[in-house]
């Protein structure tokens, strides 16, 4: 009976908070709509409501000061993020403002699909998701102290929509921003519907108008549309203080900062300085924050080396500091890319084939310590995510394109081959040498050949650094031992970026990052149009008219339920068509760092944690610069 009464309850809490769900989303449409609103969500009310006043975990005392120190893999040319042209440097995003810009608004650290305000103090829109409207701070301003207008506001949305590749399909039906006050920027949609979309425009990073349209020290005309080493005028909390081309670049906190009390940084931005130190591979990174000095946190993805290699004497005196922070935003999509641009990988069967000798659970006891959980979806975590047979309002929508979908879709329920047998290898490679053979590919000699032209079944996998040699090295294996000669190419970053940048590639691990309110990113890494656009998220290189439509269904859906179906849909129709080979998760964060830090004791579950809400313990800064020599 106590079970019964437990399931009862909770089912009745389930139903009351779906309820809550569909009321709030009634109460958009209905009420909220037209009105001025400053917090921002997707799913359901903020925790904060309407009057947010700061993050609940943050310190609003913690003390300004200190370096970051930070070391990065790679080499950097180019301080202008928002073109496929050049390596960014550190502190710059390709999408949002990094370091040196704000945005219209803030993503939340704590909440999934909400946002706070930053250079826009609210927004509105009308019942019919025709337009947006977003009201400037009328404090805002740009480093120079030059007030950021709605003209910034304007150019910003132009010059990224014709110049980066992610806002060009994030705003693919926002057709044009308009002045209306001198603080009203209006945004125009050319499709009604689009539920998302007005609170996404806050999403916009705006970028100073009058610099980027000036000229530089020697009278030249700056280009928005080419790299730079040029530091631009920023409006956030931090401006460069110097660099090295392609070795080092420093950042430092702006003391008068225009933001530094609205409420999304209360309690965080405090360190004084970040510096930022290139480093060419992962081996003298890792010697680097061993040995201190030039890494302050590293966050570790090897699962050898958090297991095995944080014996060092620092680590053994309690100077450095490991911590696992536990996430609950949903899970990505790491995976092995299959790029069908290649004409190699264009027929599904082979596709599914190179699926069957990826063996994750012998890769996950022998290399990674059992730390891993195998990736089902492309939506893993959340409510999402496809299972079991298609249902309901999903199968209804896939049932407009049953003749152009793969029949088992309907009829199997999707599921990856589970080594968990001595006899597991033998099967499922069997498996996969007659999913070859149904394709026109034979084994000839020890070699996986094409029955027609007798030409090898061949690939690069391409990496750049010893993580890809890690995760590949046994799936080339099982892959050799069916005749596919799979080959590693390790190129150093900037190579690497330059190369996905224009798909010049056979296959790649890329990891994907869903969101719980998914709409206008899809596009970029599904559509048609998407794939023939250099430095889209298109990396496999899809093609699909009905991906291209359930991504429209998606971006337009009636409400909440419409979404998720759709959602599970579109999960179901990418994991038949074998567009990846699914690899894994870990739904913690591991940290490991250098004792110079104080932080909250409650960290933002829902990223795992917030480092800029850390701040440097200057007493701990001391003694550790007296007990390692050159350590900050």
């Known amino acids: ?137 009328p404090r805002a301003k740009w480093h120079d102290g030059q007030p950021i207008t709605v003209d910034d506001v304007v150019w910003s949305f132009q010059v990224l929509k014709a110049n980066s590749p992610m806002y060009n399909r994030y705003f693919e039906n926002v057709t044009e921003a308009t002045a209306i006050s001198d603080r009203e920027v209006e945004f125009h949609f050319n499709q009604k519907g689009n539920r998302e979309l007005p609170k996404i425009l806050g999403d916009l990073v705006v970028l100073p108008k009058h610099w980027w349209e000036g000229t530089d020290a020697s009278g030249k005309k700056r280009d928005i549309t080419k790299s730079t080493l040029e530091p631009p005028l920023g409006s956030a909390a931090y401006k460069i203080a110097g660099f090295k081309p392609g070795s080092e670049i420093v950042w430092q906190r702006v003391p008068d900062y225009w933001g530094a009390k609205l409420p999304v940084k209360i309690g965080r931005e405090n360190f004084d300085t970040q510096r930022f130190t290139y480093i060419l591979d992962d081996n003298a990174a890792w010697q680097a924050f061993s040995k201190g000095g030039l890494d302050d946190i590293k966050p570790e993805n090897s699962s050898r080396r958090w297991a095995t290699a944080y014996n060092f004497p620092a680590v053994t005196a309690g100077d450095v500091i490991k911590k696992e922070f536990k996430t609950t935003s949903p899970e990505p999509m790491q995976a092995f890319v299959l790029n069908q641009r290649r004409p190699l990988f264009q027929d599904r069967l082979v596709r599914a084939a190179l699926t069957y000798p990826f063996d994750f659970e012998t890769m996950n006891r022998t290399l990674f310590y059992n730390s891993n959980t195998r990736t089902h979806s492309y939506f893993e975590g959340t409510e999402l995510a496809s299972s079991g047979l298609p249902q309901g309002k999903e ?83 099982n892959l050799r031992k069916i005749g596919v000669d799979a080959t590693l190419r390790i190129i150093d970053q900037t190579q690497y970026i330059n190369r996905v940048n224009n798909f010049d590639y056979d296959v790649i691990t890329s990891i994907l990052q869903q969101s719980e309110s998914p709409g206008n990113e899809q596009r970029d890494f599904w559509s048609s149009k998407a794939a023939d ?100």
């Open 1 to 137: 009976m106590t079970v019964g009464r437990s399931r009862t309850f909770f089912a009745s809490m389930a139903f009351f908070a779906s309820m809550l769900a569909v009321a709030f989303a009634a109460s958009l449409e209905a009420g909220f709509a037209d009105e001025w609103h400053t917090t921002s969500s997707l799913i359901g009310p903020s925790k904060y409501g309407d009057n947010f006043q700061r993050y609940d975990y943050v310190n609003p005392d913690a003390p300004k000061g200190g370096t970051h120190n930070s070391v990065v893999v790679g080499t950097f040319d180019s301080f202008n993020p928002y073109i496929v042209q050049g390596a960014p440097a550190a502190g710059f995003a390709q999408f949002g403002g990094g370091l040196l810009y704000d945005t219209l608004m803030d993503q939340a650290t704590d909440e999934g699909s909400v946002s706070h305000p930053l250079i826009a103090e609210a927004y509105k829109y009308p019942p019919d998701y025709s337009s947006a409207t977003y009201r400037l701070d």
């Open 395 to 477: 199968l209804e929508i896939l049932e407009k394109y049953r003749d152009k979908l793969p029949p088992e879709l309907f009829t199997q329920e999707f599921k990856l081959p589970v080594y968990d047998s001595p006899q597991a290898e033998r099967k499922y490679l069997k498996q996969a040498v007659d999913l070859f053979a149904k394709a026109g590919w034979v084994i000839k000699g020890g070699k996986m050949v094409s029955a027609k032209t007798g030409a090898p079944f061949k690939f690069e996998i391409l990496g750049s650094n010893d993580t890809d040699q890690v995760i590949a090295s046994p799936w080339i294996a």
């Open 533 to 632: 656009t250099p430095g889209s998220r298109n990396y496999s290189g899809i093609k699909n008219p009905v991906i291209d439509a359930l991504v429209d269904h998606i971006i337009f859906a009636a409400d909440r339920d419409d979404l998720v179906a759709a959602t599970h849909a579109l999960d179901r129709v990418l994991l038949w068509n074998y567009y990846v080979v699914p690899q894994y998760y870990r739904a913690v964060v591991w940290l490991a760092y250098w004792n110079k830090f104080g932080m909250p004791e409650k960290q933002p579950s829902y990223r795992g944690a917030d480092i800029d809400s850390w701040w440097v313990d200057t007493a701990k800064e001391k003694a550790l610069a007296a007990k390692y020599k050159g350590l900050n």
